[in-house]
């Protein structure tokens, strides 16, 4: 049997980068921990091999991206370790006096265009009324789940959220992104009633009833059954359990509802640079994909009303055939 060799201790110059992209660069949590896995592989697969970071070769990155591949590892996680990777040796030159840098001619791994899994506007309201029951949590459930619909915000974002945060008269929520960029968005008005619902003594007062809270718990807008912060994994178990009761398991991702939010704006008419300021992305082409979906929703709705959409070349309807020759 062939014993896998045990992952080594980062290098000093993997740490210090990592260290200058959640200080410096202000990276989510998540991001760090994925960069960590991906260059604790990368390093140990170079210690298998006696070869130091300052030593890697353009040839030894391809040959660990080919291994990658034949792994099984889907594009789009390839692209991830090689950003990975060309951080660190980018790193390395810039700040650690490396001569080169091994990565600078490597092309990554093509990824398909994955678009976005939107639900219909009627399983959107299918997910919502699955929350049935008028307790404390169901309240609560109720809420996250207009709100996420409602406001585009990400699962880590709206965890985030403190109860100064929103504004209901305003109808006005602070969200905080990628890389602690503030934005505040607009609430309408069924989001609001289901917050205002929950907010109320019924509500979320019943969860922190006669608990001791820590001043991070006793801000946080949405609150566990303990009374304590959401965490992220727990609203989205919120967004998975309601949509199995609603027949909807298949079709929820992490993102759907944010998708489904940005599509549903397109689809009603809305800019796409004011989705692109309210969805938070740094870049119009990542707020593009959704302005596919809406074209391809146009194109099955032209394709089912249009009356001359699908008629053959020459052929006319029976009545306007009778029409012409009467003429």
């Known amino acids: 049997m062939v014993r896998r060799a045990e992952p080594v201790p980062l290098s000093l110059d993997a740490e210090e980068y990592l260290s200058y992209l959640s200080v410096e660069r202000g990276r989510a949590a998540s991001s760090i921990r994925a960069y960590r896995g991906d260059l604790r592989a990368y390093e140990t697969y170079l210690n298998e091999r006696g070869v130091g970071v300052g030593d890697v070769s353009p040839r030894v990155v391809e040959e660990y991206l080919a291994g990658l591949a034949a792994a099984g590892r ?15 040796h980018a790193f390395a030159l810039d700040e650690r006096g ?5 990565t600078a001619d490597i092309e990554g791994p093509r990824r398909p265009d994955a678009l976005p899994k939107a639900l219909s506007e009627g399983e959107v309201l299918r997910l919502i009324a699955a929350v049935r029951g008028d ?5 609560r459930d109720r809420a996250i789940l207009e709100l996420l619909y409602a406001s585009g915000a990400r699962i880590s974002e709206l965890t985030g959220c403190s109860l100064a945060d929103l504004d209901p008269d305003a109808g006005l929520l602070r969200l905080f992104g990628k890389g602690a960029k503030e934005r505040i968005v607009p609430v309408g008005s069924m989001a609001l009633s289901a917050v205002a619902d929950y907010l109320s003594p019924a509500g979320r007062a019943r969860l922190v009833a006669g608990r001791k809270l ?19 994994q727990a609203a989205w178990a919120v967004v998975r359990r309601h949509a199995l009761i609603a027949g909807l398991a298949d079709k929820v991702t992490p993102h759907v509802l944010r998708h489904s939010c940005a599509t549903h704006l397109l689809d009603h008419g809305a800019d796409i640079r004011v989705v692109q300021e309210f969805l938070g992305h740094a870049s119009i082409t990542t707020t593009q994909v959704y302005t596919k979906i809406s074209q391809e929703h146009l194109q099955r709705a032209y394709q089912a009303a249009h009356p001359r959409a699908r008629a053959q070349p020459g052929r006319l309807k029976r009545e306007d055939a009778e029409v012409v020759r009467a003429k």
């Open 214 to 232: 820590r001043r991070d718990d006793a801000d946080a807008l949405f609150v566990s059954a303990r009374g304590a912060r959401m965490s992220r």
């Open 135 to 139: 307790g404390a949590t169901e309240r």
């Open 74 to 88: 889907a594009p789009a996680s390839r692209a991830r370790a090689l950003a990975a990777i060309r951080g660190l």
């Open 98 to 102: 490396a001569v080169r840098d091994p």
